[in-house]
């Protein structure tokens, strides 16, 4: 099912950036939130990601990778979630959106 339609300024509204996670550690209590520090040169954000079913922290360190940067910051597990990650999956994590060449932090995704 698509969902609603919105328009292409709504879209342009998103700030998509690549960061490099530099920090990742599992959520205890947690089955399935990893607490990533997520540097994008200018900033660091602290993003949870509920993807610890399908990649350890360790595996996470030094990838790069798109996030949403310009969302509301959200409380999760008593943690202030600063971002989303991009991933793909149809009601199940498939795979992390990850760049196939490096590209600097803090670089827009368009």
Same mark, same amino acid.
């Given at each position: 099912?698509?969902?609603?339609n919105?328009?292409? &300024?709504d879209?342009?509204? %998103?700030?998509?950036r *690549?960061?490099? $996670?530099v920090?990742a +550690?599992?959520?205890e209590g947690?089955?399935?939130?990893?607490?990533?520090i997520?540097?994008f040169?200018?900033f660091k954000?602290?993003?949870?990601?509920?993807i610890?079913?399908?990649? &350890?922290?360790?595996?996470? %360190?030094?990838?790069? *990778?798109?996030v $949403?940067?310009?969302? +509301?910051?959200?409380?999760m597990?008593?943690?202030?979630?600063q971002?989303m990650?991009?991933?793909?999956?149809?009601?199940t994590l498939?795979?992390?959106?990850l760049?196939?060449?490096p590209?600097?932090?803090?670089?827009?995704?368009?």
């Amino acid at each position: 099912m698509i969902k609603e339609n919105i328009s292409f &300024q709504d879209f342009l509204k %998103l700030d998509i950036r *690549i960061g490099t $996670i530099v920090e990742a +550690e599992a959520v205890e209590g947690s089955d399935k939130l990893i607490k990533l520090i997520i540097d994008f040169k200018d900033f660091k954000r602290q993003i949870l990601a509920g993807i610890k079913t399908k990649y &350890q922290p360790t595996d996470l %360190l030094n990838k790069q *990778i798109p996030v $949403i940067v310009n969302l +509301e910051p959200r409380k999760m597990m008593g943690f202030e979630s600063q971002g989303m990650i991009l991933a793909v999956g149809d009601k199940t994590l498939d795979a992390l959106l990850l760049p196939s060449e490096p590209v600097s932090e803090g670089s827009i995704v368009h």
